[in-house]
Nanobody, 114 residues
Framework: VHVEESGGGLVQAGGSLRLSCVAS????????MGWFRQAPGKERERVGT????????YLADSVKGRFIVSGGGAGSPLYLHMNNLKPEDSAVYYC????????WGQGTQVTVSS
């Protein structure tokens, strides 16, 4: 399974970005997918998860009301809509897909300037 993210970049505080993730090569079309992020010197933090049926099963408290996880499920791209971004949201964002094991993308950098 190959997982690939796109859409990162530099944005000012209060701005928005949308990250996309595509998982290809899986035996099953429906995969549980989600997002993690990791800032320098910090542990990797789970941001959100969409189940294989397309249901949001997790959203971190730190992003509730600002981030939306959508898509995923039956062979569809997964999205992370990030609104009202804060400097503390700056991190490398990783997409993952669960099949026979967890597969990770290479990550995409999000930098929020104050």
């Amino acid at each position: 399974v190959h997982v690939e993210e796109s859409g990162g970049g530099l944005v000012q505080a209060g701005g928005s970005l949308r990250l996309s993730c595509v998982a290809s090569g899986a035996t099953f079309r429906s995969l549980t997918m989600g997002w993690f992020r990791q800032a320098p010197g910090k542990e990797r933090e789970r941001v959100g998860t969409i189940s294989w049926s397309g249901e949001l099963t997790y959203l971190a408290d730190s992003v509730k009301g600002r981030f939306i996880v959508s898509g995923g499920g039956a062979g569809s791209p997964l999205y992370l809509h990030m609104n009202n971004l804060k400097p503390e949201d700056s991190a490398v964002y990783y997409c993952y897909a669960d099949s026979d094991r967890r597969y990770w993308g290479q990550g995409t950098q999000v930098t929020v300037s104050s």
